[in-house]
């Protein structure tokens, strides 16, 4: 059960890489801003969370995708790298348009762990950013 998810995993990331120079044509004003919210919250729950961990600059490829992160560099833990990564592909390849918000969808397109992380991460920031009077930079849950 296990290896047949990270099987499935695997296959999942070579799809994602060989249909990466396209994938980022799916890129419009709401991913767009999606993906700054979940770049945003990764990057907080890390700094918080993660301070043990070895960090690494979140490689960005492409310069569309460097735009929706707002032209910065991201420093995330390589599980950090991970789930954004994950996040950032499932944002793109969402088969709905327009995009619902990720809560309110019947679909759960996150892989087994994925989700669950995602939404500790999202709950984390969310609560970070409120406590520390930055509403501005919430936006909205995603998850
Ligand atoms: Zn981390």
Same mark, same amino acid.
């Given at each position: 059960?296990?290896? $047949? =998810?990270? !099987?499935?995993?695997? =296959?999942? !990331? ?6 990466? /120079? ?5 890129? #419009? ?9 979940? %770049? ?7 700094? *918080? !969370?993660? =301070?043990? *961990?070895?960090? @690494?600059?979140?490689?960005?490829? #492409?310069?569309? +995708?460097?735009?929706?992160? %707002?032209?910065?560099? $991201? ?5 950090? =790298?991970? +789930? +954004? !990564?994950?996040?950032?592909?499932? &944002?793109?390849?969402?088969? @709905? #348009?327009?995009? /619902? ?10 892989? /087994?762990? @994925?989700?669950?992380?995602?939404? *500790? ?5 969310? $609560? @970070? $950013?409120?406590?520390? %009077? ?7 849950? &995603?998850?």
């Amino acid at each position: 059960m296990v290896s $047949l =998810q990270i !099987n499935r995993e695997c =296959q999942f !990331n070579r799809r994602v890489r060989e249909r990466m /120079p396209k994938i980022f044509d799916r890129l #419009d004003s709401k991913k767009s801003k999606d993906i700054r919210v979940l %770049g945003n919250f990764v990057s907080i729950f890390c700094r *918080e !969370n993660h =301070q043990a *961990e070895t960090k @690494y600059t979140f490689p960005i490829k #492409d310069d569309r +995708l460097r735009h929706s992160l %707002g032209n910065k560099d $991201l420093i995330l833990c390589p599980d950090c =790298q991970k +789930l +954004l !990564n994950h996040g950032i592909a499932k &944002l793109l390849l969402c088969p @709905y #348009d327009p995009k /619902p918000m990720c809560k309110k969808c019947p679909t759960h397109c996150y892989a /087994p762990g @994925y989700r669950e992380k995602v939404r *500790e991460v999202m709950k984390f920031s969310g $609560l @970070y $950013l409120v406590k520390h %009077g930055r509403l501005d930079l919430m936006v909205h849950y &995603l998850f």
